[in-house]
Every structure is written in C-alpha cells, then in structure tokens.
C-alpha cells in the first residue's frame, strides 16, 4: 500500500507498514525521531512513550533511515533522486 500518488509505500522497504517498518530500526533511530516530535516532553517522558510517526504514513524516518544506510554502505538508496522526482 503506497501514498495516494502510488508513489512511495512501506513495499519498497520490504513490506508491512511504516509503523511496523519504524519499530524494526535501530533504537537510537527511533529515540531520535521521537525527541524531535516531542521537544517539550523530558527524557523520561520519551523513554516511557509509545510512539509512532504519523504524517505521510511516517514514511520520513523509514526514508531518512535508508538514505543515511545507502550512504554508510555505499550503495544504491531504495528511493533515488531519478525516482524521487518523477
């Protein structure tokens, strides 16, 4: 299932959705995402709370995430720059 536009869809990243896509990443990556959503909430706060991205299906942290391993791997990112702006 992808965006209304067919576009980008937790498929690309092997299936399931963001949400189930957003759990499976590193830990540091999630506690990153959710400080960033939540700057008023304290450590504790965050460490307590269930969360996951909303907006866009909360593809941005999957799409961020797989962006930043393409790099590090040195390989090709699922999303490129020829797909992303067809």
Known sequence: ???SLGLVGPEMFG???FAALFK???AEVRNAVKAAMHQDKTPA???NMDFVP???GGSHPCLVH???EAIAHNRQAA???REAVR
């Open 45 to 47: 706060d965050l460490r």
């Open 24 to 26: 499976s990443h590193p």
């Open 1 to 3: 299932m992808g965006t």
């Open 15 to 17: 299936g399931g959705s």
């Open 54 to 56: 909303g907006g866009h």
């Open 66 to 68: 797989e962006f930043v």
């Open 79 to 81: 999303i490129n720059i």
